[in-house]
């Protein structure tokens, strides 16, 4: 994936929630451009897969498990300085020490059930991004 695309998950909290619509509002006026979009249920493996970075770390059955227990939207977004824009935008893992605005602060419920997935670097985006999207899902 290019450097100006990065890679993003709604989760099933923020789903469940009925926050689908909202975030992507956020998303759009932020100045992303939607290139790739679905509306997905990862399977535990797939899960366990995706995170497999975090395997070694104590949340790592807990996020897989949540992950698992409900429908995502999983999104390729596109914008000069993608990543770090959308890292602003999404706010801190935890979403009382995330900045009002953020769509941390306003749909996330908890530090493990905050809302949004936010690729950390560009070489993350393509992996996360491939691993969701074959080429001609890519527009």
Not at 19 to 36: C, E, P, Q, S, T
Not at 80 to 97: C, H, M, Q, S, Y
Not at 125 to 138: D, K, N
Request: net charge negative; charged share 25%; with cysteine.
């Amino acid at each position: 994936m290019r450097s100006d695309r990065t890679f993003t998950m709604i989760k099933p909290d923020a789903v469940a929630n009925g926050y689908i619509g909202a975030i992507l509002a956020k998303i759009n006026k932020a100045g992303f451009r939607i290139v790739a979009m679905k509306y997905t249920k990862l399977t535990k493996d797939q899960a366990m897969k995706f995170y497999e970075v975090h395997q070694e770390r104590p949340f790592y059955g807990d996020l897989t498990d949540f992950m698992s227990s409900g429908t995502i939207v999983a999104a390729i977004l596109e914008k000069d300085n993608a990543v770090a824009d959308f890292r602003k935008l999404i706010g801190a893992t935890n979403p009382a020490e995330a900045e009002e605005g953020t769509i941390r602060k306003e749909f996330a419920e908890s530090m493990s059930r905050n809302a949004v997935h936010g690729s950390d670097s560009d070489e993350n985006a393509c992996i996360e991004g491939a691993y969701h999207f074959s080429g001609t899902e890519i527009f």
